[in-house]
């Protein structure tokens, strides 16, 4: 099956908001045997939206939409795919039950607009919204698929994976199970020329390099059939890539650096201190977003002139005048003089 994503809202046309959606969705739909072949942004213009849908029908088997659920006049997308398909939009009364108890929930009071979001094209699979008041839904015609969900990541994310995902997987008579690798300090093009004999050796599982800011990953996918077990297959090429590109690969569980360092440190009960400059606090930003950092996290210092870096960390004047305030000479001194501060 071949897919399109359909994001809608002129906020996104504006560039008021970036578009994750369509990132996150087309990562995760090849998992289940889903292509994704086109991106398409639309306002929220029913005629548009209209002739967007048209076109994305006859070029695609599934359709997934975002945005456009909400209870407001702008929030046409439920009613112009109910006109597309022919059907009627129908009030389903546990859901509305829902809308109320969420709600209540929240100590808001529900406003009458809000009825409009327990409606839902006749025939379609609800897709629950444990997340907000826009329930999502799964509507077959013709032998296309729409997929309706809310435009808010928080609320998308999840119903995606526990709806939408498990959907196509029962369809589907494969499956397909991916591993992402992790690589930090070694650039794509250095990546690829160790591992090229692996990847073009490889029909099951594949490899597809992806670049990303700062680091290298690698999805690694194998396709089983139903009660095959994937992971053998999966773990003899991971195995052979660690060990080609050693230290660089920090994680197989597709984990973000600052995770697998604040895991580390918080597992082995090793406390952490940091001097920064010109990343501005970035680091620390990073490291106490991380869930219990505090056990080891003592804190840090910005130290973006060079007369804190002396008065306050004890760094060289001479080391600055030689070899400036960018340099493994000045960053070892930091390091030293918030250990002895902390």
Same mark, same amino acid.
């Given at each position: 099956?071949? @897919?399109?994503?359909?994001?809608?809202?002129?906020?996104?046309?504006?560039?008021?908001?970036?578009?994750?959606?369509?990132?996150?969705? $087309?990562?995760?739909?090849?998992?289940?045997?889903?292509?994704?072949?086109?991106?398409?942004?639309?306002?929220?213009?029913?005629?548009?939206?209209?002739?967007?849908?048209?076109?994305?029908?006859?070029?695609?088997?599934? %359709?997934?939409?975002?945005?456009?659920?909400?209870?407001?006049?702008?929030?046409?997308? &439920?009613?112009?795919?109910?006109?597309?398909?022919?059907?009627?939009?129908?009030?389903?009364?546990?859901?509305?039950?829902?809308?109320?108890?969420?709600?209540?929930?929240?100590?808001?009071?529900?406003?009458?607009?809000?009825?409009?979001?327990?409606?839902?094209?006749?025939?379609?699979?609800?897709?629950?919204?444990?997340?907000?008041?826009?329930?999502?839904?799964? @509507?077959?015609?013709?032998? &296309?698929?729409?997929?309706?969900?809310?435009?808010?990541?928080?609320?998308?994310?999840?119903?995606?994976?526990?709806?939408?995902?498990?959907?196509?997987?029962?369809?589907?008579?494969?499956?397909?199970? $991916?591993?992402?690798? =992790?690589?930090?300090?070694?650039?794509?093009?250095?990546?690829?020329?160790?591992?090229?004999?692996?990847?073009?050796?490889?029909?099951?599982?594949?490899?597809?390099?992806? @670049?990303?800011?700062?680091?290298?990953?690698? =999805?690694?996918?194998?396709?089983?059939?139903?009660?095959?077990?994937?992971?053998?297959?999966?773990?003899?090429?991971?195995?052979?890539?660690?060990?080609?590109?050693?230290?660089?690969?920090?994680?197989?569980?597709?984990?973000?650096?600052?995770?697998?360092?604040?895991?580390?440190? %918080?597992?082995?009960?090793?406390?952490?201190?940091? @001097?920064?400059?010109?990343?501005?606090?970035?680091?620390?930003?990073?490291?106490?977003?991380?869930?219990? %950092?505090? &056990?080891?996290?003592?804190? $840090?210092?910005?130290?973006?002139?060079?007369?804190?870096? %002396?008065?306050?960390?004890?760094?060289?004047?001479?080391?600055?005048?030689?070899?400036?305030?960018?340099? $493994?000479?000045?960053?070892?001194?930091?390091?030293?003089?918030?250990?002895?501060?902390?």
């Amino acid at each position: 099956m071949n @897919a399109e994503i359909v994001a809608i809202g002129t906020e996104l046309l504006l560039g008021q908001i970036v578009n994750t959606n369509a990132q996150y969705i $087309s990562q995760r739909l090849p998992e289940v045997g889903v292509n994704v072949y086109f991106h398409s942004v639309v306002g929220d213009n029913p005629e548009r939206l209209k002739r967007c849908l048209s076109i994305a029908m006859e070029r695609s088997d599934v %359709i997934i939409t975002t945005g456009g659920l909400g209870p407001t006049n702008d929030d046409i997308t &439920k009613e112009t795919i109910a006109r597309l398909l022919g059907k009627e939009l129908v009030l389903h009364e546990d859901i509305l039950e829902e809308i109320k108890v969420f709600f209540k929930r929240h100590n808001r009071e529900m406003t009458q607009n809000n009825i409009k979001q327990a409606y839902l094209p006749e025939g379609s699979i609800v897709i629950r919204n444990r997340n907000g008041t826009a329930p999502g839904c799964i @509507a077959e015609s013709n032998g &296309k698929v729409f997929i309706l969900l809310p435009g808010p990541p928080s609320e998308m994310r999840p119903m995606f994976e526990e709806s939408v995902l498990p959907y196509f997987m029962e369809k589907s008579g494969h499956l397909l199970v $991916s591993r992402y690798i =992790r690589i930090f300090g070694i650039g794509e093009s250095q990546v690829e020329n160790r591992i090229i004999d692996i990847i073009e050796s490889q029909t099951n599982p594949t490899i597809a390099p992806y @670049a990303k800011e700062g680091e290298v990953m690698l =999805r690694v996918t194998a396709r089983c059939g139903r009660g095959e077990e994937p992971g053998k297959l999966l773990d003899s090429v991971v195995d052979k890539i660690r060990e080609r590109l050693g230290d660089a690969v920090y994680s197989i569980e597709n984990e973000e650096l600052e995770e697998v360092v604040a895991n580390l440190l %918080i597992y082995n009960n090793i406390t952490i201190s940091i @001097a920064e400059s010109c990343t501005g606090g970035l680091i620390s930003k990073k490291l106490t977003d991380m869930a219990g %950092i505090s &056990k080891v996290f003592e804190g $840090s210092v910005i130290s973006y002139s060079n007369d804190l870096k %002396i008065n306050m960390l004890g760094v060289n004047k001479d080391t600055l005048e030689r070899y400036g305030a960018v340099s $493994s000479q000045t960053a070892i001194e930091m390091a030293n003089g918030i250990r002895d501060i902390t």
